[in-house]
């Protein structure tokens, strides 16, 4: 079983910035993609980025150049930084990890974050 615990939503202008970051803990070893997806009212979850173990990171085009996936492996922490957020950004984010590689299947990912919300104003 993995745990995971996100933190650092909350409320910003548009043009603002946040930092996302959710904590992995209990059986970390199986981890080997960590993402975020996001869900906004009346929407479909969708994948915002995602970081394998090795190799490149992933990212959804409405996000492209204004987000950046990161990982701290010795602290089992995934971020995600957020610039330049527009008000179509407002979502609940999720954290989610993988013991397999990135995919944009949500069924791919084995354990889920409870959510933060991001509520970008105009």
């Known amino acids: 079983q993995v745990q995971l615990v996100e933190s650092g939503g909350g409320l910003v202008q548009a043009g603002g910035s946040l930092r996302l970051s959710c904590t992995a803990s209990?059986?970390?070893?199986?981890?080997?993609?960590m993402g975020w997806y996001r869900q906004a009212p009346g929407k479909q979850r969708e994948l915002v980025a995602a970081?394998?173990?090795?190799?490149?990171?992933n990212y959804a085009d409405s996000v492209k150049g204004r987000f950046t996936i990161s990982r701290d492996n010795a602290k089992n922490t995934v971020y995600l930084q957020m610039d330049s957020l527009k008000p179509e950004d407002t979502a609940v984010y999720y954290c989610a990890v993988s013991a397999g590689p990135i995919s944009q299947q949500q069924s791919h990912y084995d354990y889920w974050g409870q959510g933060t919300q991001v509520t970008v104003s105009s």
């Open positions: 209990g059986s970390v070893f199986s981890i080997n993609t």
């Open positions: 970081a394998p173990n090795d190799g490149n990171s």
